[in-house]
């Protein structure tokens, strides 16, 4: 049984599909242990209670220096017994100590066909914002694996989804969540869980279908 955690920051539409798809037997094998969150405010921390979710609030505003933050997010983690960290419209960057402690085994949703429209700067309605501003026709969302990087991690799925001419970027990124990463973490977190893929030169290889 795979150990998820799973970490947020606000709307928690992501961790709801994922709560959804264990619910309803799209994700085998895995168990959601801890939901964390870098704000107090995120309705994705209700969704846990609602869900019966043990979670917590762990915000670099509550430690005066960065490591100690750092060594307290890493904390958080290890002490929840997560195998499995996803980062779910999860907006902090993740620290080094993390990233090191957890060798792909972090996977984060980023909305938008990597290697578009991603890197720093790039999160939230701004990818949009840009996928309208260059007029590209097609756009989509990317589950990978996180590295020491900004959206470089192995890429282990991805999901086109057209983008229309009177679109605003409001009614792209829904489109894109409903579309795109509301499947695309979920059936993630199933194949990791049911040791699907494995991870060769940096590329993504799947062993076995589901
Ligand atoms: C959206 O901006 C989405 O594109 C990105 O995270 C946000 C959704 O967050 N992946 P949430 O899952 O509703 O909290």
Redesign the pocket.
């Known amino acids: 049984m795979l150990k998820v955690a799973v970490m ?10 994922i709560l959804d798809a264990v619910a309803d037997g799209k994700i085998t094998n895995a168990q959601i242990v801890k939901v964390i969150s870098n704000s107090r405010k ?3 921390l209700e969704r846990a209670t609602v869900a019966g979710i043990p979670s917590e609030c762990v915000t670099r505003r509550d430690y005066p220096e960065e490591k100690q933050f750092q060594e307290a997010l890493l904390r958080a983690l290890q002490e929840s017994g997560a195998d499995l960290v996803v980062l ?4 902090v960057v993740i620290p080094q100590n993390v990233v090191d402690a957890y060798p792909n085994r972090i996977i984060n ?3 938008a066909l990597i290697p578009s429209f991603c890197g720093t700067g790039y ?3 701004g ?2 914002e840009a996928v309208l501003a260059r007029g590209v026709k097609v756009t989509g ?1 990317t589950v990978h694996f996180v590295d020491s990087g900004t959206d470089t991690g192995p890429i282990i799925l991805q999901k086109a989804v057209e983008v229309l001419d009177d679109d605003t970027p409001e009614t792209l ?1 829904r489109r ?2 409903e579309q795109a ?1 509301w499947k695309l973490l979920p059936q993630a977190i199933d194949l990791i869980a049911n040791d699907c893929l494995e991870v060769v030169d940096g590329r993504v290889r799947f062993r076995k279908d589901r």
Request: glycine fraction near 16%; aromatic fraction near 6%; hydrophobic fraction near 45%.
């Open positions: 947020v920051s606000g709307g928690g539409t992501n961790l709801q599909a995120a309705y994705a779910a419209g999860c907006l949703i980023h909305p999160y939230g309605l990818v949009h969302a990124q894109v969540m990463e």
